[in-house]
């Protein structure tokens, strides 16, 4: 990026720490702090739509790293699309309007009443639908959750998919046929 298109950009940065330094999240970050350059929304807007995110998916040990991800992907999807643009402007305006001018002002527990109260509009559903992807799909949330299998291989069937303590155990009459064992 040359001089020129740095200082035209928007100037817009989300920045963030590693809380969780021990955790398996530190051992790929190359520091402890992050940054992510906005291109089509501000600063705020970023950071809402990171703690909305939070909100709707709430893991109190995953870092806000991974959440930017999203907030990445969003401010990416507004940058190229206007229509979403203008979803995520008017939608995270009409949130700081419904808490009287600041939703990050609020506390958790009155964030998450306008969170509820919102399930359903297009902002809602829009951060919804691309953090169920953007959110799970990439090494920081595979190492976070324990996924034993590598990002793009065929899969964890025989390589640490029962040691998953998060899940019930249940009975092999509940599984399907396992490919390759004779049953």
């Known amino acids: 990026m040359n001089r020129r298109r740095f200082l035209k950009g928007s100037g817009s940065t989300l920045m963030g720490t590693l809380a969780m330094t021990s955790m398996p999240i530190a051992i790929l970050a190359p520091s402890r702090s992050w940054a992510l350059e ?64 600041d939703w990050l002002a609020l506390d958790d527990e009155q964030q998450g009443m306008h969170v509820r109260a919102i399930a359903g509009s297009d902002l809602f559903r829009k951060v919804q639908s691309t953090a169920v992807v953007s959110l799970y799909n990439n090494e920081m949330a595979f190492r976070h959750f324990g996924y034993g299998g590598e990002r793009g291989d065929a899969g964890y069937l025989s390589r640490g998919f029962n040691d998953l303590t998060w899940l019930p155990d249940l009975p092999a009459s509940a599984s399907g046929p396992v490919p390759g064992m004779n049953g």
Do not use: C, W
């Open 38 to 101: 906005l291109q089509q929304l501000d600063a705020h807007q970023g950071e809402v739509l990171l703690t909305l995110t939070r909100h709707i998916f709430p893991h109190p040990t995953l870092e806000d790293a991974v959440y930017a991800l999203v907030v990445k992907d969003l401010d990416a999807e507004a940058a190229a699309n206007p229509s979403t643009a203008d979803t995520m402007r008017s939608g995270i305006a009409a949130l700081d309007n419904r808490a009287g001018g």
